[in-house]
């Protein structure tokens, strides 16, 4: 069994979709372990979206830079650097202050293939370039531009550990161990 993080961000909260993104992570037998609603605090935003990860921090600002090339603009012109890494640092800050701007539901959830299967619902973190029949391709269309247009991040929904390293580090942050449960769901044993 493999435990992935999942964090419904403040405007799936808002817009009431946290009912629905419940229902099709356990429609498809995800397991939840952990659940809590929350208001983030400036200091469990800085964790999670941590300064000094460079590695996160370039690929937020490549995300960015490849929307703006698709869309055939230049982002040195709008955010005044094509740099990925300061494009990155100004979009981790927007981050922070966004999740704390409101209510987030925390969820730790398990099954065989947790963390690939649930990036794979959950969609292109790029909603214009998300899937329909992905949480962000039926819900959110916004884009870097559109974000960054109005000095915010992209409004997409959902947050989902994209591997077992950022998973654990994640699921560690959230949830203290006595906030997760073990218990069998009854459709497991079809699926053992």
């Given at each position: 069994m493999e435990q992935t993080f999942v964090a419904v961000k403040p405007d799936g909260v808002q817009r009431g979709l946290t009912?629905?993104?419940?229902?099709?992570?356990?429609?498809?037998?995800?397991?939840i372990i952990g659940?809590?609603?929350?208001?983030?605090?400036?200091?469990l935003a800085e964790q999670h979206y941590p300064a000094d990860r460079q590695e996160m921090i370039e690929g937020i600002g490549n995300k960015t830079l490849a929307d703006y090339q698709k869309l055939e603009l230049d982002a040195k012109k709008e955010l005044g650097t094509?740099?990925?890494?300061?494009i990155g640092e100004l979009v981790r800050s927007?981050?922070?202050d966004y999740i704390t701007s409101g209510p987030v539901v925390a969820m730790v959830l398990?099954?065989?293939?947790a963390?690939?299967?649930?990036?794979?619902?959950?969609?292109?973190?790029?909603?214009?370039?998300?899937?329909?029949?992905?949480?962000?391709?039926d819900f959110s269309?916004?884009?870097?531009?559109?974000?960054?247009?109005?000095?915010?991040?992209?409004?997409?929904?959902?947050?989902?550990?994209?591997?077992?390293?950022?998973?654990?580090?994640?699921?560690?942050l959230w949830f203290s161990q006595q906030e997760l449960v073990e218990y069998?769901?009854?459709?497991?044993a079809p699926m053992a």
């Open positions: 009912g629905e993104i419940l229902r099709r992570f356990e429609q498809a037998g995800l397991k659940l809590k609603i929350i208001q983030v605090s400036k200091e094509d740099n990925a890494a300061e927007w981050l922070a398990e099954s065989p293939h963390i690939e299967l649930v990036r794979k619902m959950v969609g292109n973190t790029m909603p214009l370039s998300a899937n329909p029949g992905t949480i962000r391709g269309y916004d884009s870097a531009f559109v974000g960054n247009t109005r000095k915010r991040p992209v409004k997409n929904l959902i947050h989902a550990s994209g591997n077992k390293a950022e998973a654990e580090y994640e699921i560690s069998r769901r009854s459709d497991e």
